[in-house]
Nanobody, 129 residues
Framework: QVHLVESGGGLVQAGGSLRLSCAAS????????MAWFRQTPGKEREFVSA????????YYADSVKDRFTISRDNAKNTVYLQMNSLKPEDTAVYSC??????????????????????WGQGTQVTVSS
């Protein structure tokens, strides 16, 4: 089991920044990659960004590329999402997820929510115009 806890959400004005954190505990040594997804009411969960735990290869949705940066701290078992130049359309519940095992993990599968085995409870990000 891997337990994920997000933090760092909140209310920010358009153009502002937030940094989300996701702390992992439990069998973290088996984690192959971690990702951030977001969801708004009535819409499907949307991929935001992902990072391989070893090597640090990153993936981004086109909508956040050049504005968001994903990183990880292996010693703290924590993944971060630095969000800059926030827009009202970034408003959502942001959840982190962990994938166990690297079989067939790549640019396409990284964006598939079904590829991930564990999920956090989510943190609300609200961007006002």
């Amino acid at each position: 089991q891997v337990h994920l806890v997000e933090s760092g959400g909140g209310l920010v004005q358009a153009g502002g920044s937030l940094r989300l954190s996701c702390a992992a505990s439990g069998r973290t040594f088996s984690t192959y990659a971690m990702a951030w997804f977001r969801q708004t009411p009535g819409k499907e969960r949307e991929f935001v960004s992902a990072i391989r735990w070893s090597g640090g290869i990153t993936y981004y949705a086109d909508s956040v590329k050049d504005r968001f940066t994903i990183s990880r701290d292996n010693a703290k078992n924590t993944v971060y999402l630095q969000m800059n130049s926030l827009k009202p359309e970034d408003t959502a519940v942001y959840s982190c997820a962990a994938a166990i095992g690297g079989t067939s993990y790549g640019p396409r599968s990284a964006k598939d929510a079904s590829r991930y085995d564990y999920w956090g409870q989510g943190t609300q990000v609200t961007v006002s115009s």
